[in-house]
C-alpha cells in the first residue's frame, strides 16, 4: 500500500510560481513512476508531468520549458516546479504513483492551484 501526501498549491498572480510536492509512503518507491496529473473545472484529468525511478521524465506540451518534476529518492519525494504561471494552468492537482509490478495505481488527495490573471 502506498499513501501520497501532498503540498504546496495556492494562488498566485500570472507570472508567478509554486512549487508542489509529493511524499509517498512505504518501501516500494523504487517501483513507483510518479507523476501529476490535473483537472480544471469540467474538463478530465489529464498528465503534467512524470517522472521514473531512472529519472527518465516526460512533460505535457502546453507546459513544457515551465514545469520541471524532480525525484528525490532518499525522501520518497517528487516536486512539481512550476513557472511562469498562466490563468489556464488553474486546476485541481494530483500527486501519482503507478506500481510497474502490479499496474495499480495510487492518487493523491489534490491539491488547489489557482492563478489569477
Known amino acids: 500500500q502506498v499513501q501520497l501526501a501532498e503540498s504546496g498549491g495556492g494562488s498566485v498572480q500570472a507570472g508567478g510560481s509554486l512549487r508542489l510536492s509529493c511524499a509517498a509512503s512505504g518501501s516500494i518507491f523504487s517501483l513507483l513512476i510518479m507523476g501529476w496529473y490535473r483537472q480544471a473545472p469540467g474538463k478530465q484529468r489529464e498528465l503534467v508531468a512524470r517522472?521514473?525511478?531512472?529519472?527518465?521524465?516526460s512533460i505535457e506540451r502546453s507546459v513544457e520549458g515551465r514545469f520541471t518534476i524532480s525525484r528525490d529518492h532518499i525522501k520518497h519525494t517528487i516536486y512539481l516546479q512550476m513557472n511562469n504561471l498562466k490563468p489556464e494552468d488553474t486546476a485541481v492537482y494530483y500527486c501519482?504513483?503507478?506500481?510497474?509490478?502490479?499496474?495499480?495505481?495510487?492518487w493523491g488527495q489534490g491539491t488547489q492551484v489557482t492563478v489569477a490573471p
Open positions: 517522472v521514473t525511478d531512472g529519472g527518465g521524465t
Open positions: 501519482n504513483a503507478l506500481n510497474i509490478r502490479t499496474s495499480v495505481n495510487y
